[in-house]
């Protein structure tokens, strides 16, 4: 077990050096270069001839992917933006992963109990109203895309304070992990905390809603198979209530497809935090990565693929050994 | 009462199965009134896309003589929307084809033959599957000159790795049976057992995967111009359209309801087709 | 039951999250939303309009601009004066102005300050990117001449000298600061103006207090929070909530529906600014002075303005807006006229053997400009124009940096751009846009226009310091710039920002300076 997972440790260092070199280089074939962010309509020949030299932008991809490479194993530090003067790109970055990560996390207890419950109940009520309402819901939820979903939530919700995570005169805050709905708590700030909730809930519902519905339509198919199975029916010839036989013997067996799929969740769940974070102006890394992509700030995006397919990587080994984990059949192997 | 025995080829079957579902019924009714949309739009349109009236307020609701109200360029909505069709299926329909035509081969030769060309191949999937794939759709669709057809490829790729991946594990499944191996036991040549095996084998899953490819695609490519990575944005598409009425929201919200509404129906079709598609065609086939 | 028990806790946090009340805001703050945050707060580096709104509040110059006019009035310099030969000037400073840090501002600071901005090698600069640095080329030499006084020595005579040390590049730093924060001075500023900085948290808050010791009395905001929003209709829905203060660059249509909000007033002001079609006459067709006449012709800028900028704007006939000293009136714009446009078209396609409908692709930005709130509306409305009269449009939107770029390096057939003045003098319009000097990768003569009559009369109204000899030297070149077409000004917008009631003397500036200084919430005593 400890060689797979030495194995799946490899292929994950091996996987983002590659993809961070991939994204390092097409930055540097992309048209146009991030000075002009900085002139803007008064740029100046010699000094942007200048800055390229100093920057050492004028040298081959393939030694300047050589110098980052170095820098970053050497110090793990980004460097600084280009269009953005004296700013480190790295202590940005540690503001805006914790925005993003916290976003996905609300997400995610969102659409995992709720799909979970929902997927049951249509397992449960196979083929009666309860099951085609939950999978009608699930089928729209797919189907309804993060930033048409954003503009009808603010249309309803008007009440909803949207955009950031606090509101913005709050001036006395200081967070200390950046989870500002942990960090309100830890500061005892209770009135921040509900405030805060307030301000994730309409972001953290739009982008909870695709993993919703998939995860309900697997839990349904999941459960389905279990339900079938000998012992869940043993269990009820036994007289086990309905509701003991589901929650003890058949959820724990259908989990371990769940969990599988949440995983591979994480990938479609950051995809959809750039649009979402775009929809509803959630300071996080999406947005900062998107808005970088449009400024040609190499040093932003290559900080920021870095770090999304680190989590990516990690959250997949995640769900690998909670998968060892969960599924009796593996773990006897 | 007709009995099992009365149906006799699976391609039978499949059919009888797909008539039944609900959820193939709904999706190709839905997909058909779209393509509908798109072949005879000029007809369907009450206005030409590109016409203004400027007696209305813009942008503004429904009214008796626009529908789903307009916008803030004083153009129709509904009339932009039924011409809207065109590209988003077509940009679908392309970049699903792009990506079956990449992905397919790619994940057959995985299968087929491992070693190092699975490897690689599989490797480099690993490796797109790192970045959330609109990332990589916005950095394809900038480095290229701008446009429909920058999208198309952006949309494209991204989705190569869903059919690589589907294709290797059929692939794999289908070498492994036990006829197959007594076969190829028998010396039967790799190619005859491509054609006569896996060729028929794959098609269904592709089939599958390719329709409610065709929704996500037609999700991606009007993402990417909600972001203002597209083409013309005057140009009727729904995704552009969508970003341009989000910036009049309290003047009015009808602008951006006919697009996204459109969306939403045209991947709704397309999902609910596949599904059905794959309860019929494939009942194994997981739901991943 | 655990169930039950957690059913409990999701209860208790629910009500806790209705009956706790909601953080109340401080009182005497001002949230001012827009639509972007400032790159930089170090004045020598900046460049966008929104990073200039925050050092107009943090710094002062030498001389500035009056609170409603282009005139140049006393700040920091109290009294200043010109050799006749027009290249020495000596500046007296005001007595004790102290910078936020405690350090008295003398002649060594404003010799530090403006050498920073202009010496190519300068130990103190530590981003060098700074884009006003050419407008500062033409000082030779600072010398102190006393403890309050500086001797600016230029290499040749300046009419836009002065103003231009009006500008926010030119703003006075403290130099103690500066040497200790090396690189984090852009990030910690330090100034005299009549805020100081407190602390910034790059997109989503940049907060400044007010700085009790200004020379010109303390403001009335005891702080002022920008917040960047960079969603209009959020930034709406804020101002609605009351969340912010003060929205700008907010689409016209909506302003108008925000402007019915009883709570809310919307404050308006021309502006020197312009927008307008520029056309690449080096490359054909539009090298052919009847294909951009034909152009000039087919657009019906009333139209324009109703459709683009809901009416708040006023047609361009001129490069320089109408509110700037040195704009020719007498000037009669080309009627809207599809007929003769078609007319024209047809005539040079003859000619010149090219088939009609031409087709042409359209350059503009995906960002609204201040000059251009929807450039998207703007574009979309020049596109169905043109294909009125046979010129088919393709539109190719770029973010402003790059689509700038593009323009400058004049890969492109039309354009949408604009400019807004930096300095208030009609040199800073025609001769950095039309000028044949201007003509590079990298320079603003987008339309690579040449007019050698128009050359000598810019260059003649750089250097005459009379205003009453400049004038007629820019009237002509206006004259021969609007017969040669090489660009189609479009309109001139009126500025205007949305704000609460509450607030009071809220004033904006033509050049679109955003100075908070004299504005106070009415209910604050």
Redesign the interface.
């Known amino acids: 077990m400890s060689g797979f997972l030495l194995r799946r440790l490899f292929h994950a260092v091996v996987t983002m050096v590659v993809a961070v070199s991939l994204i390092f280089i097409a930055m540097r074939l992309l048209p146009g270069n991030p000075l002009v962010a900085k002139f803007g309509q008064h740029p100046d020949a010699e000094q942007m001839q200048r800055i390229i030299h100093e920057q050492g932008w004028d040298q081959p991809i393939l030694s300047q992917l050589g110098r980052f490479l170095h820098q970053l194993a050497t110090t793990g530090d980004f460097g600084e933006s280009i269009s953005r003067s004296n700013e480190n790109v790295s202590g940005e970055l540690a503001r805006r992963i914790p925005a993003t990560i916290e976003l996905t996390v609300v997400a995610m207890m969102l659409a995992i109990p709720l799909g979970v419950a929902a997927g049951i109940t249509a397992a449960v009520w196979r083929n009666r109203w309860p099951d085609r309402l939950c999978m009608a819901g699930a089928m729209l939820g797919v189907s309804v895309p993060v930033f048409f979903l954003g503009i009808c939530l603010r249309a309803v919700f008007t009440g909803m304070p949207i955009g950031f995570r606090l509101p913005a005169f709050i001036i006395d805050f200081e967070p200390i992990t950046e989870f500002y709905l942990l960090d309100t708590l830890l500061q005892q700030r209770f009135d921040l905390f509900a405030t805060a909730c307030r301000h994730i809930c309409l972001p953290a519902l739009a982008l909870s809603s695709i993993p919703m519905s998939i995860i309900a339509r697997i839990t349904r198919s999941s459960m389905l198979e279990v339900l079938g199975a000998d012992f869940v029916r043993t269990g009820r010839a036994k007289g086990a209530s309905s509701w003991r036989v589901v929650m003890r013997h058949a959820l724990p067996n259908a989990a371990a497809p769940i969990v599988n799929i949440a995983g591979f969740q994480i990938g479609l769940l950051l995809s959809g935090a750039v649009l979402t974070e775009t929809v509803f102006d959630w300071p996080g890394m999406g947005k900062y990565v998107v808005d970088a992509v449009r400024e040609n700030d190499y040093v932003i995006v290559q900080a920021g693929a870095f770090v999304i397919a680190a989590i990516f990587v990690s959250a997949n080994l995640t769900v690998d050994l909670l998968y060892l984990w969960l599924d009796p059949r593996v773990r006897t192997s | 009462m007709r009995s099992a025995d009365t149906i006799e080829t699976p391609k039978q079957r499949a059919w009888v199965r797909l008539r039944r579902s609900s959820?193939a019924r709904t999706g190709s009714i839905v997909v058909f009134g779209f393509l509908l949309m798109a072949v005879f739009g000029h007809w369907l349109a009450p206005y030409a896309p590109?016409s203004?009236d400027?007696t209305v307020a813009?942008?503004s609701g429904p009214s008796a003589t626009h529908w789903l109200g307009v916008d803030?360029?004083?153009k129709d909505v509904l009339s932009r929307v039924i011409y809207g069709s065109r590209l988003s299926l077509f940009a679908g329909l392309v970049s699903i084809t792009f990506a079956v035509a990449l992905g397919a081969p790619a994940g057959a030769v995985a299968g087929f033959f491992g070693g190092w060309a699975e490897t690689i191949i599989m490797?480099t999937i690993?490796?797109a599957?790192?970045?959330?794939?609109?990332?990589i759709a916005?950095?394809v669709a900038?480095?290229y000159k701008?446009?429909w057809s920058a999208v198309i490829i952006a949309v494209g790729l991204i989705n190569v790795p869903v059919f690589a991946r589907q294709v290797r594990v059929t692939v794999l499944t289908l070498r492994n049976l036990d006829y197959v191996t007594a076969s190829r036991a028998l010396g039967a040549s790799p190619l005859h057992i491509l054609r006569r095996v896996i060729l028929p084998g794959i098609v269904n899953p592709v089939v599958v995967l390719a329709t409610m490819g065709l929704?996500a695609a037609i999700?991606e490519v009007?993402?990417l111009s909600?972001?203002?990575v597209g083409?013309?944005?005057?140009e009727p598409e729904w995704g552009s359209m969508?970003a341009?009425?989000?910036?009049?929201?309290?003047?009015s919200?009808w602008p951006?309801v006919g697009p996204?509404v459109a969306?939403?129906?045209a991947?709704?079709g397309f999902?609910?087709l596949g599904?059905g598609l794959r309860d019929a065609l494939d009942p194994r086939l997981g739901?991943? | 039951m655990p169930a039950r028990r957690l059913a409990l806790i999701t209860i208790s946090l629910l009500l806790l999250g209705c009956t706790s009340r909601a953080p109340s805001k401080p009182g005497n703050t001002l949230i001012y939303g827009r639509g972007e945050d400032a790159k930089t707060l170090d004045p020598i580096n900046a460049e966008t309009g929104e990073t200039v709104k925050v050092l107009l509040n943090l710094y002062d110059t030498l001389v500035a601009f009056a609170d409603e006019t282009m005139e140049i009035e006393p700040s920091l310099a109290t009294a200043w004066e010109t050799s006749d030969d027009g290249l020495t000037w000596t500046f007296q400073l005001r007595d004790v102005v102290q910078f936020h840090d405690g350090t008295n501002v003398d002649a060594d600071a404003v010799i530090f300050s403006i050498n920073r901005l202009r010496q190519d090698d300068n130990a103190y600069v530590t981003d060098s990117a700074r884009p006003y640095k050419p407008s500062f080329n033409i000082i030779d030499e600072l010398v102190a001449t006393g403890p309050l006084t500086v001797v600016f020595k230029l290499r040749e005579p300046s009419a836009v000298f002065l103003n231009n040390l009006a500008m926010f590049p030119a703003g006075i730093v403290s130099p103690t600061a500066v040497k200790k924060h090396g690189k984090g001075f852009s990030t910690n500023p330090v100034g005299t103006g009549p805020f100081r900085f407190e602390r910034w948290i790059r997109d989503q808050q940049l907060v400044l207090a007010a700085n009790d010791n200004h020379w010109r009395g303390r403001p009335h905001f005891d702080r002022v929070v920008f917040v960047p929003v960079s969603e209009s209709a959020t930034r709406i829905q804020q101002l609605v909530r009351g969340e912010i203060h003060i929205a700008d660059n907010l689409p016209p249509a909506e302003l108008d529906e925000l402007a019915k909000n009883p709570g809310l007033t919307v404050a308006e002001q021309i502006s020197m600014n312009v927008a307008y079609l520029s056309m690449q006459t080096e490359k054909p067709p539009l090298d052919d002075i009847r294909v951009r006449r034909a152009i000039a012709l087919a657009l019906d800028k009333q139209a324009l303005i109703r459709v683009a900028y809901a009416g708040h704007a006023a047609a361009a006939i001129n490069l320089l807006p109408k509110a700037m000293w040195g704009h020719h009136d007498g000037i009669e714009d080309r009627p809207f006229d599809p007929d003769a446009s078609r007319t024209l078209l047809q005539a040079a396609a003859n000619d010149k053997g090219f088939k009609l409908p031409l087709t042409l692709s359209l350059a503009v930005m995906s960002e609204p400009r201040p000059y251009m709130e929807q450039p998207l509306l703007v574009a979309a409305f020049v596109k169905d124009s043109l294909a009125a009269v046979g010129i088919n449009v393709t539109i190719a939107p770029k973010p402003s940096e790059m689509h700038f770029t593009k323009l400058m390096r004049g890969d492109f057939q039309i354009g949408l751009t604009g400019w807004t003045t930096d300095n208030g003098d009609p040199d800073n319009f025609l001769y950095s846009l039309l000028d044949p000097d201007n003509i590079s990768d990298s320079g603003n003569n987008t339309s690579r226009y040449r007019n050698e009559r128009v050359h000598e009369l810019l260059l003649a109204g750089q250097r005459e310091l009379d205003p009453n000899k400049r004038l007629p030297l820019y009237h002509e070149a206006q004259e021969l710039i609007f017969a040669d077409v090489p660009i189609v000004p479009l309109v001139s917008t009126r500025q205007r920002a949305a704000h609460t009631s509450r607030i009071k003397d809220y004033r904006l500036h033509p050049a679109m300076l955003i100075r908070l200084r004299q504005a106070r919430f009415g209910d604050v005593p």
């Open positions: 959820s590109d203004r400027a813009a942008p803030a360029n004083e490797r690993d490796i599957l790192a970045f959330p794939s609109i990332l916005l950095l900038t480095a701008p446009g929704g999700l009007a993402g909600f972001l203002g083409g013309d944005p005057t969508l341009q009425a989000k910036d009049h929201l309290s003047s919200v951006a996204g969306i939403s129906l991947i709704l999902n609910l599904d739901e991943s």
